[in-house]
């Protein structure tokens, strides 16, 4: 049985059977029996660190949802993570964690920089996503936008339409006007330089 814990780009987190190759955490986002039923509370977040990791680290076992333990969240990739909102992690991801918060511009403390990234990335009580209106023409490559037909993953000249199973055959690049998923802080990392690792098709890899 697939558990809510799929995360998507616009924000849903969903129970799906395809497997993510990043995790995440939020905090606690399940209750004491979701290890037997797999869904999550109304909850989708419980602090502001949302950080996405590496799928195994220093041979650590867990027992998904676990009673008073964080909520293991999943993404099908990086750039996933980041229109979700999420950041490296600097435990497991040391290195890419410092390569991104200099990228973002970021010369504070790790949680100064949760807390921009927060008020970029949500709306509080309702659980919501912010989603800016921006030019396409404006934003970098593996920034997110919200088009007719869901999350679309920007790219060169092109644009990846994605689904929980992964990303659909490349149209070509809107041009316009979109609601973009991908917070402000996190584009700034990725207009500097920052490269999120994708799962592409072989043909664009």
């Not at 950041?87 to 991801?93: F, I, T």
């Not at 949680?111 to 949500?122: E, I, N, Q, S, V």
């Not at 790219?155 to 199973?165: I, K, S, T, V, W």
Request: glycine share 6%; charged share 25%; net charge positive.
């Amino acid at each position: 049985m697939p558990r809510q814990n799929r995360v998507q780009p616009d924000g849903q987190i969903l129970a799906h059977r395809t497997r993510g190759a990043v995790m995440g955490n939020r905090g606690v986002l399940h209750d004491d029996n979701a290890h037997h039923h797999g869904k999550l509370t109304h909850r989708r977040w419980r602090h502001k660190a949302w950080v996405c990791c590496v799928l195994s680290f220093k041979n650590r076992q867990r027992r998904l949802m676990a009673p008073n333990r964080y909520t293991e969240l999943f993404f099908y990739d990086e750039a996933v993570a980041l229109a979700a909102g999420h950041r490296p992690c600097a435990e497991c991801r040391r290195r890419d964690h410092k390569a991104f918060l200099t990228a973002a511009d970021h010369s504070g403390s790790a949680p100064a920089f949760d807390d921009k990234l927060h008020t970029a990335r949500a709306i509080p009580r309702i659980y919501g996503q912010n989603r800016q209106l921006t030019d396409t023409r404006t934003l970098p490559d593996a920034t997110f936008i919200l088009t007719d037909t869901g999350p679309t993953l920007l790219l060169e000249d092109m644009a990846l339409p994605f689904n929980p199973d992964g990303y659909a055959a490349p149209i070509k690049r809107p041009e316009g006007l979109f609601p973009v998923l991908t917070p402000a802080p996190t584009r700034i990392a990725l207009h500097n330089g920052f490269r999120p690792t994708l799962r592409l098709s072989a043909t664009l890899a």
